[in-house]
């Protein structure tokens, strides 16, 4: 069974651009989540999607913004970008259901010059 | 709030030691607790997932247990191997709906042959 695809695999962007990054959720799996990594603060919560509802959000500023698709695949936005932004940004994958576990991605490398 | 504290920070050992990694979260108002392995530049690989109503979970050398009493969850490696090298990560919900995870910094584990 396919597992959690995000593309592209690396990014690099200069600063003020936007960028969008794509996540396609394991087969059955309607909740989709977004994690930023840093080496400074760790793993972060961005985002989560359920049934193309967005259910929780994070803190992080306005600039970061995410969508799902009828077919649970979810897209998340960066716009007017800050060298601050550099990441990790990995994407989950669940049943949505309480007591379900979480399938993550590769990640998504962003590098802003 | 959530918060998620993993002890020690950084373990190195030779081939076949059995170790502890150990982790504490505030909120024991949880359904489960997932436990995570990341390879350097990699995304997250699902270890084990116990539910609040499991006290232990089981996989190959891996035990997990977990006390929601005292907010405490530990992973067992037992006969460790070179290529258990890698950052151990747990992570309980934020919430009760379990709709996203909190990560403590995790454990850097290096296992020298």
């Known amino acids: 069974k396919a597992g959690v695809t995000q593309t592209p695999r690396y990014l690099i962007k200069t600063r003020g651009q936007q960028v969008t990054l794509s996540c396609s959720p394991i087969?059955?799996?309607?909740?989709v989540s977004w994690y930023q990594q840093t080496p400074g603060q760790g793993l972060q919560f961005l985002f989560e999607?359920?049934?193309?509802?967005?259910?929780n959000k994070g803190n992080f500023p306005g600039r970061f913004s995410g969508r799902q698709f009828s077919n649970s695949r979810s897209e998340m936005n960066v716009s007017t970008l800050e060298l601050g932004d550099s990441a990790l940004y990995l994407c989950a994958s669940s049943l949505g259901q309480g007591m379900s576990g979480y399938t993550f991605g590769s990640g998504t490398r962003l590098t802003v010059v | 709030k959530q918060e998620v504290t993993q002890i020690p920070a950084a373990l190195s050992v030779p081939e076949g030691e059995n170790l502890v990694l150990n982790c504490s979260f505030t909120?024991?108002?949880?359904?489960?607790l997932q436990w995570f392995r990341q390879d350097p530049g990699k995304g997250l690989t699902s270890l084990l997932l116990i539910q609040s109503s499991q006290r232990e979970q089981t996989s190959g050398r891996l035990n997990a247990s977990l006390d929601k009493s005292s907010g405490r969850s530990t992973l067992y490696i037992a006969a460790s191997q070179p290529g258990d090298s890698a950052t151990y990560l747990c992570?309980?919900?934020?919430?009760?709906?379990?709709?996203?995870?909190?990560f403590g910094k995790g454990t850097t584990l290096s296992v020298s042959s």
């Open positions: 999607y359920f049934s193309e509802t967005q259910r």
């Open positions: 909120d024991s108002a949880i359904y489960n």
């Open positions: 992570a309980p919900p934020a919430n009760q709906a379990g709709t996203a995870l909190i």
């Open positions: 087969s059955g799996h309607r909740s």
